[in-house]
């Protein structure tokens, strides 16, 4: 069993992590939680939010977490939960962009109504999020941004052509805003996961089954296959990256897209 570590690089600092409910958010959350930060846990599903903190205050019986619902999406939303979460846990000093979707499509049928989905939860809801939370960060004279993009927002990939153009898009923003914010005691940097395990891949496994008859193994080999290390990577690992950037001991560290993905993405 973990523990929150009293005295940890992050105690006292309030975190909010989007998409907190499962997969990469959860593991995300879990980390910091551990490195002894207060947590909001951030998403649109109330539910899942309450059962993954329920399950986080027996595993971490010494952490500090709260639940915000609201969709990245929508503008008021944002505006509205970031207030409340720093209301109940103090202004945010690490912000986590977690929550995204990925939803394929060949480039043909790829309509209006998909693109500006997958840029409105991807990259919008990034921005929305940065805007809330950056004026807290600035007064304090520190903060921590981390947004998860994708290897998808450093390489092109087929059949997602609106989620490469939406994480392409989240990693501009994380240099421009990493310059912007630079002598202001502020970093801003996006970890990159390659094909990590959770309900993403899942729903992408049982895309690839019901498209081309594979079975479930030979989906998730084809997943795996681009990956060096002929692996999914861990939701755990993508934490351990995040929760990294999120120390005072990073601050050096800003502008940087860093990839978790077994070497499939190397800095040219
Ligand atoms: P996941 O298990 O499907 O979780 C996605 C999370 O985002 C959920 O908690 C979901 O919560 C939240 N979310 C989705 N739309 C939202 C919205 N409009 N407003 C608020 N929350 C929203 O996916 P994951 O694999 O953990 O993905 C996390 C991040 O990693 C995403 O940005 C994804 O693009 C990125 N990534 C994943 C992979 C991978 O292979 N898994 C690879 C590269 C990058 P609710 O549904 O409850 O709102």
């Known amino acids: 069993m973990a523990a929150a570590r009293q005295g940890g690089e992050l105690q006292g600092r309030h975190a909010l992590v989007t998409g907190a409910g499962r997969g990469i958010g959860a593991a995300i959350a879990r980390r910091l939680l551990a490195d002894g930060a ?6 649109r599903n109330a539910g899942v939010l309450h059962e993954t903190a329920a399950a986080l205050r027996v595993e971490l019986p010494e952490a500090v977490l709260a639940v915000e619902t609201a969709d990245i999406a929508d503008a008021e939303a944002v505006s509205l939960a970031f207030a409340a979460a720093s209301g109940r846990l103090g202004p945010v000093a690490v912000l986590v962009n977690n929550a995204g979707q990925a939803r394929s499509a060949p480039f043909g049928k790829t309509d209006l109504a998909l693109w500006q989905s997958m840029l409105e ?8 999020c940065a805007q809330a939370a950056l004026p807290g960060m600035l007064a304090a004279g520190w903060g921590r ?7 998808a927002g ?8 609106a989620y490469c153009a939406a994480k392409h898009g989240v990693i501009g923003l994380t240099r421009a805003l990493a310059l912007e914010v630079a002598a202001k005691g502020v970093t801003v940097n996006a970890v990159c996961p390659g094909y990590t395990e ?21 989906a998730r080999a084809e997943l795996a296959a ?5 692996r999914l990577v861990q939701p755990e690992e993508v934490a351990d990256a995040v929760a990294w950037l999120c ?7 800003t502008g940087q ?5 077994g070497g499939e993405v190397m800095a040219g």
């Open 247 to 253: 120390r005072p001991s990073a601050g050096a560290m």
């Open 154 to 161: 450093l390489r092109g990939y087929g059949y997602v052509s």
């Open 198 to 218: 959770t309900d993403i891949v899942r729903e992408a496994v049982a895309n690839i089954v019901a498209k081309t008859g594979r079975s479930e193994a030979e």
């Open 121 to 128: 939860v991807n990259l919008t809801g990034t921005f929305l």
């Open 257 to 261: 897209a860093i990839a978790v993905a």
């Open 38 to 43: 207060s947590v909001t846990l951030l998403g």
């Open 226 to 230: 681009g990956n060096p290390q002929k």
């Open 145 to 151: 941004i981390v947004n998860v993009a994708s290897t």
